[in-house]
């Protein structure tokens, strides 16, 4: 049986794969060319992460695929209910790159706070020369603990970063159409742990009381947070999307952080991805970064060895 991992596999998954029989082609194929590259090789599973497209047409083209694999949380560039309805079998690792995520969304937050992502810019343009200056303007930074987060979306993620906003001492408000009441368990080092029960709020009710908010949600036909939800959000505040572009007004975004209702935000995906528009990309209030949320050496892994445990399971069944 054959396996094309289009948008790359960990080793780890690989030797797994290759172990139970598998022959794995590790490979990058453009999208025009893949239905052919799939029937030219009888390539049987297709595993991809967020790049390349899995739609009707290349469905079509490929009557001999039995599987999908999705590395990562959502499911968004495949057209899965059509890949069902010809027995193809599709999924996910949603487990896989939650700790990842999560901790991409603080390493924004704690740039947001103490403006570590606009002085990297202009230390190394004006540090030697007017180093006083820029002490003094960035002075003014604040601190996490003992403020509130506000979650929106409170799945694996949401709840992954929940977790790390507990541990740091910050109260924890969310709103999710499913999740109505959730127990964390924060796990220490030492094998200790401790319990948060916590329960759900409506959306204006999170934005209103939240000195920042965070986002993890599907991708949206429609914003999720515009002009109107913006405006709820505390003057001063901070909003990080790490979910999907297109859920985040980002024409909006610009207007409340120039207004500077908003004080910044932190952008890891983008309404016009992979080309982000050039007024968000040189926002002196946000911090960017180039999608990268399950992008760790420790996800990867994760998510190689859960992608080939799956493909062992539903093809040597």
Known sequence: MKILANDGIAQEGIDLLEKEGFEVKNTRVAEEQLANYINKNKIEGLLVRSATKVNKKLIDDCPGLKLIGRGGVGLDNIDVKYAESKGIQVFNTPEASSGSVAELVFAHLLN???????????MPLDGDSQFKQLKK???AGVELRGKTLGIVGFGRIGQATAKIALALGMEVLFTDHETKEA???LSFFDGQSIDFTL??????????????????????????????ELGLMKPGSGIINTSRGGVLDEVALVEALDSEHLAFAGLDVYESEPNPEIKILMNPKISLSPHIGGSTLEAQERIGIELADKVIKLLKK
């Open 137 to 139: 303007s960035y002075a």
């Open 183 to 185: 127990t964390l368990s």
């Open 199 to 228: 329960k759900s709020s409506e959306l204006k009710e999170v934005l209103a009381n939240s000195d920042f908010v965070s986002l993890h949600v599907p991708a949206q036909d429609k914003y999720l947070i515009g002009k109107k």
């Open 112 to 122: 947001g706070v103490r403006y570590l992502h606009d002085s990297n810019r202009n």
